[in-house]
């Protein structure tokens, strides 16, 4: 396959994907699954962070023109757990197509930059001003790496610090990065009703998907039973804190190291890598822990701590 059908293909399924049944293509989409197929590439490399710096670089000098300033509007950009699904989409098509792509990697990069750039330039087109398209592609893209550097990250603190040196289980593990996530999801919006299990509140339902598909992605079986055994609502809600009071400094470190200081997006980056640290413990023809403990574990975890902090008056207009 030549470059140019190479192309063709990689059009072809980026619209494909991007387009919504009797509606056309949905431009909010596309940039995401662009986005997230250009952080796939630059996670290629040793220094994901420069190679995205550098791939921007190279579209705005292709683009001849610099991303549009200022706050973004409230609701510029999709929520977090919209942006980590349509991303992570992004980044599978990228790495389903590079594996019919013989070229090297940098040349594959050059190469979804180039089409990236026409893409925008066609928004423009459709009277969607280019600095502003940029400016929400770069903004989809950061989170994306950001959310995948901090699943790796976050859980490569877990294993070295908490369990080689302190003796934790990947029990604790899980649950203390799943708490996290449901505490930082609490403090993120005002939800101060009580929770009612199943029937979750829409944001805490989103962000342990973001969990559960995480761990499913890598191998651990879907299912029914991740709430299984919760406890029912009028019970009062038994948050691990001494988990939470432990992990979070050293999560807390790292998301200030990469300024990712909205807690929505902390929420969902732990979610992921709760379901990470659940693939390592569930996954694999022997477990350490098995599946059907360790899903309702998690889940729980994040619930009772979403419940706990809302209940608790940590939000301000509780």
């Known amino acids: 396959m030549d470059k140019a059908e190479f192309t063709a293909l990689l059009y072809e399924r980026l619209f494909n994907q991007a387009s919504v049944p009797g509606q056309g293509t949905d431009g909010m989409r596309l940039m995401q699954l ?26 705005i000098e292709l683009l001849n023109c610099a991303p549009a300033n200022g706050d973004l509007a409230v609701d510029a950009l999709p929520p977090p757990y919209i942006i980590d699904y349509e991303t992570e989409q992004g980044r599978e ?13 940098y040349q594959f990069q050059e190469l979804i930059i180039f089409m990236i750039h026409n893409m925008i330039v066609k928004m423009e087109q459709h009277g969607q001003p280019r600095a502003e398209v940029l400016r929400i592609f770069m903004e989809c893209a950061a989170r994306c790496l950001a959310y995948e550097l901090a699943a790796q990250e976050l859980c490569d603190v877990v294993i070295e610090r908490n369990v080689g040196i302190q003796g934790w289980t990947l029990g604790e593990s899980i649950s203390g990065l799943s708490a996290i996530s449901g505490r930082y999801l609490a403090l993120s919006h005002n939800a101060c009703s009580l ?3 199943p029937s979750l509140p829409d944001k805490l339902d989103q962000v342990s998907y973001v969990m559960t598909q995480e761990a499913v992605r890598l191998g651990i079986p879907a299912g029914t039973d991740w709430r299984f055994g919760i406890a029912a609502n009028d019970y009062p809600p038994n948050a691990p804190y001494d988990l ?16 990712l200081h909205d807690y929505f997006d902390r929420a969902v980056a732990c979610a992921k890598a709760a379901g990470r640290m659940l693939a390592v413990a569930s996954g694999g023809s022997e477990p350490e822990l098995e599946p059907v403990i360790g899903k309702p574990l998690a889940m729980a975890a994040m619930l009772e701590t979403y419940r706990s902090v809302c209940q608790s008056g940590a939000i301000a207009s509780c």
Not at 34 to 59: H, N, Q, R
Not at 93 to 105: G, N
């Open 34 to 59: 662009m986005a997230g197929m250009l952080t796939e590439t630059v996670l290629l490399f040793d220094d994901p962070d420069m190679g995205l710096d550098k791939s921007i670089c190279d579209l």
């Open 244 to 259: 939470i009071h432990n992990l979070e400094p050293a999560c807390q470190t790292f998301f200030n190291a990469v300024n």
């Open 93 to 105: 098509l990228a790495r389903d197509i590079f594996e019919e792509w013989l070229e090297c990697a």
């Open 195 to 197: 929770v009612s299990v």
